[in-house]
């Protein structure tokens, strides 16, 4: 069955970063976009916060990312990665891998404080 776990949030202070990790399984990885989305607490919904193609190619960001964050994968290992710097409170949230034919992993929790 299809499994998407995350790793790698954590709590840090404004001007840090994290990389979170999502290892993939039980579908061909390298055949579907992924996605990061976050749910910040109290915030109705979800936001995307990028998107990548399954080669690679193509990435999308939201604007809030402002050149901050950087999504890639690794198709050998069905890992996708968001390497996060300069992080700022407003980011902190529940972070989740999100594969393009609709599954989501559980969540890691991202906190950062001022």
């Known amino acids: 069955q299809v499994q998407l776990v995350e790793s790698g949030g954590g709590s840090v202070h404004s001007g840090g970063s994290l990389t979170l990790s999502c290892a993939a399984s039980?579908?061909?990885?390298?055949?579907?976009?992924m996605m990061w989305y976050r749910q910040i607490p109290g915030k109705i919904g979800r936001d995307t916060v990028a998107r990548i193609n399954g080669d690679g190619s193509n990435i999308y960001y939201a604007d809030f990312v402002k050149s901050r964050f950087v999504i890639s994968r690794d198709n050998a290992k069905n890992t996708l990665y968001l390497q996060m710097n300069n992080l700022e409170p407003d980011d902190s949230a529940i972070y989740y891998c999100v594969s393009a034919h609709g599954y989501w992993g559980q969540g890691t929790q991202v906190t950062v404080s001022s």
């Open positions: 039980g579908f061909t990885f390298s055949g579907y976009a």
